[in-house]
Structures are given as structure tokens and as C-alpha cells.
């Protein structure tokens, strides 16, 4: 099966940015993990700070690919070019946030992409991509 995960802005910080909030591991550390606890999936990672390079890659996977996994970080909160480029493809999308931006402020309980993905999964740190992935082999 194949899986994009796709990281948005800020998260190439990962380990380093509030670690009270995102924890300590590195995104390249918490893959290799990832990849050896479940090697059905064949995983490729991209990560852009520009809107608009993410908006290419779901274009680019987003019909050929099994499922594609998103953390857009802050454009989550903002980005109607997101969710739209979400809407104009056929591979199902799980949106991820590693915190829970329910117990956090305002601004980021309100997610412009989660109308069009087949669900989301917040707030359970970096095993919200793991939740994720399992999602695409449990519920077809
Ligand atoms: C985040 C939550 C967003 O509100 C924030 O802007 C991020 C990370 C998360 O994974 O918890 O950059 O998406």
C-alpha cells in the first residue's frame, strides 16, 4: 500500500520546536520507526513550508496513490487552497495533528480541510500517523 505523508509548515522543527507541545523526537527519527513497525506500507514523506509546493504534491499522488496522510500544520486553520485541492482528488486523505487542537486556542479548532478527508486523528503525539496509516488498512 501506498502512503504519502505530507508535513506543512513548521514541522521540519520537529524535536526542536516546543517539545512541551510536539515532543522531542525528529520526523526522520520517527519514521524509521514507523517504517520498520509496519513494513506493508510503502511510505513516502514530503514536507514544505510553501503552500503551494504541498498543493503540488497532492496533485502529484493524490490519483495514484492508496491514501495520503496530512499534517498541514497552521494552514489548516487558514487555507481554503488546501482543502480544495484535497476535494479535487480521488485518493482518500486522513488529516493529522500530533496535539490536540481542541484543548488548545481558538484559532486552531476550526480546520478548513477535515470536510473533505475521510476523517481526522488529533492530539495522540507523533502515533497519530501510526492511528493513521492502521486506518487505511482497517477501514477500506
Ligand atoms: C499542528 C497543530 C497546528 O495548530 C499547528 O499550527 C501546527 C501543528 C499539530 O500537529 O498539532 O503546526 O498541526
Redesign the pocket.
Known amino acids: 500500500m501506498k502512503i504519502a505523508i505530507i508535513n ?4 521540519n522543527l520537529l524535536g526542536k520546536r516546543e517539545p512541551e507541545i ?1 515532543g522531542h523526537t525528529s520526523m526522520n527519527e520517527y519514521l524509521i520507526y514507523l517504517k520498520s513497525k509496519l513494513p506493508q506500507f510503502q511510505i513516502e514523506y514530503f514536507q514544505s513550508n510553501v503552500e503551494g509546493e504541498l498543493i503540488n504534491k497532492i496533485h502529484e499522488v493524490g490519483f495514484s496513490y492508496h491514501g495520503i496522510i496530512i ?4 494552514y ?2 487558514t487555507s481554503i487552497a488546501l482543502a480544495d485541492a484535497i476535494a479535487a482528488i480521488n485518493t482518500p486523505v486522513v488529516e ?4 490536540n ?1 481542541f484543548a ?1 486556542e481558538d484559532f ?1 479548532q476550526q480546520s478548513y480541510l477535515t470536510k473533505y478527508t475521510k476523517g481526522s486523528i488529533t492530539g495522540f503525539g507523533l502515533q497519530s500517523y501510526e492511528l493513521a496509516l492502521l486506518s487505511f488498512e482497517t477501514l477500506k
Not at 506543512?8 to 514541522?11: D, F, I, K, S, W
Request: net charge positive.
Open positions: 506543512g509548515p513548521n514541522l510536539y499534517n498541514a500544520g497552521a489548516s486553520h493529522v495533528h500530533i496535539s487542537v488548545r486552531r
